[in-house]
Nanobody, 123 residues
């Protein structure tokens, strides 16, 4: 069974940058599409970004386009989310997800999840 472990979250001021990472173990990582979602208390888990298994195609929710970049290093079994020009509304728990369809933006259809990591952007 694949395990996903996030790291790199924390507190940053608005306008700053942060990179979160997700390391996978237990299965050939390069066979999975990978994605990042985020969630605030009482709200639905929201799609943020997705990258195909080979890393050649990415897609983003409109609110982060031009600010966030998803990437992966299949040799290290790791997917990254580089977050620049952060805004207070980016504050959330960020989750790494794997094994879903590239076009699927619903968290319910992604079978593999990390434990989540807090990102807080202060104004």
């Amino acid at each position: 069974q694949v395990q996903l472990v996030e790291s790199g979250g924390g507190l940053v001021q608005a306008g700053g940058s942060l990179r979160v990472s997700c390391q996978a173990s237990g299965h050939p990582f390069n066979s999975y599409n990978m994605a990042w979602f985020r969630q605030n208390p009482g709200k639905e888990r929201e799609f943020v970004a997705v990258i195909t298994a080979g890393g050649g195609i990415t897609s983003y929710v409109h609110s982060v386009k031009g600010r966030f970049t998803i990437s992966r290093d299949n040799a290290k079994n790791t997917v990254y989310l580089q977050m620049n020009s952060l805004k207070p509304e980016d504050t959330a728990v960020y989750y790494c997800a794997g094994g879903g369809s590239y076009s699927d933006r619903s968290h319910t259809n992604w079978p593999l999840w990390g434990q989540g990591i807090q990102v807080t952007v202060s104004s």
